[in-house]
């Protein structure tokens, strides 16, 4: 079985750029999740979609966004990059996350993202 | 506010000692409780949940977690440790709002 796949793999921009980044869940998982992993800041929870709408957002300024289309992908858009953003992004998936987080999630590698 | 905190930044174990690694959490409601580790330049992989039940619960390569409702604790042990157990481990909390949370990590380094 497949696991969660992101890409790419790493990314180089300039401050004010605009970037995306993609997620493909495990086959059979409808519940996709986004996280920010910057140096001395541990995880912080990005975003979560399932079924196709945004269920709950972090503590992040709309610059950062996302969708999730039909077949369970996902896409996060982070515009006017800054230097802060900076990090590792993580996307993980679940099963139906209907009961708030109650099922583990499956990480993928993650995309490093740098911005200069 | 909702919280998961690891107080250790950084736990040395020597191979074959037992080890723990601490958190505790202020959710919500009933807690989810969760332990993941990361190896270097990997994605996180789940080790164990807590969502109710039995307060010992039992998780991929030997691990075990302790539920401690009144000391609102969840940590994570293993009896003898090996030097590739040495990787950082997130311990994560959900409640009834809807949030996840993760703890800032804690770097176990075991040596042989």
């Known amino acids: 079985e497949a696991g969660v796949t992101q890409s790419p793999t790493h990314l180089i921009k300039t401050r004010g750029q605009q970037v995306t980044l993609r997620c493909s869940p495990i086959?059979?998982?409808?519940?996709v999740y986004w996280y920010q992993q910057a140096l001395g800041l541990g995880l912080q929870f990005l975003l979560w979609?399932?079924?196709?709408?945004?269920?709950n957002r972090g503590n992040f300024p709309p610059r950062f966004s996302g969708r999730q289309f039909p077949n369970y992908s996902s896409e996060l858009n982070v515009n006017a990059l800054e230097l802060e953003d900076s990090a590792l992004y993580l996307c993980?998936?679940?099963?139906?996350?209907?009961?708030?987080?109650?099922?583990?999630?499956?990480f993928g590698p993650g995309t490093r993202l740098t911005v200069t | 506010a909702q919280s998961v905190a690891q107080p250790e930044d950084q736990v040395n174990v020597a191979e074959g000692n037992p080890l723990t690694v601490k958190c505790t959490y202020s959710?919500?409601?009933?807690?989810?409780l969760f332990w993941y580790v990361q190896y270097p330049n990997r994605g996180l992989q789940f080790l164990l949940k807590?969502?109710?039940?039995?307060?010992l619960v039992k998780g991929s390569y030997g691990f075990e977690a302790e539920f401690n409702k009144s000391q609102t604790s969840f940590h994570l042990k293993k009896p003898s440790a090996l030097v590739s157990d040495s990787a950082l481990y997130f311990c994560?909390?959900?409640?009834?709002?809807?949030?996840?949370?993760f703890g800032k990590g804690t770097k176990l380094s075991v040596k042989p």
């Open positions: 994560s909390g959900g409640g009834s709002q809807g949030n996840l949370i």
């Open positions: 993980a998936s679940s099963f139906e996350s209907g009961q708030a987080f109650s099922y583990e999630q499956y």
């Open positions: 086959s059979g998982h409808t519940s």
């Open positions: 807590y969502i109710t039940g039995d307060n």
């Open positions: 959710v919500s409601g009933n807690p989810y």
């Open positions: 979609y399932d079924e196709g709408e945004e269920r």
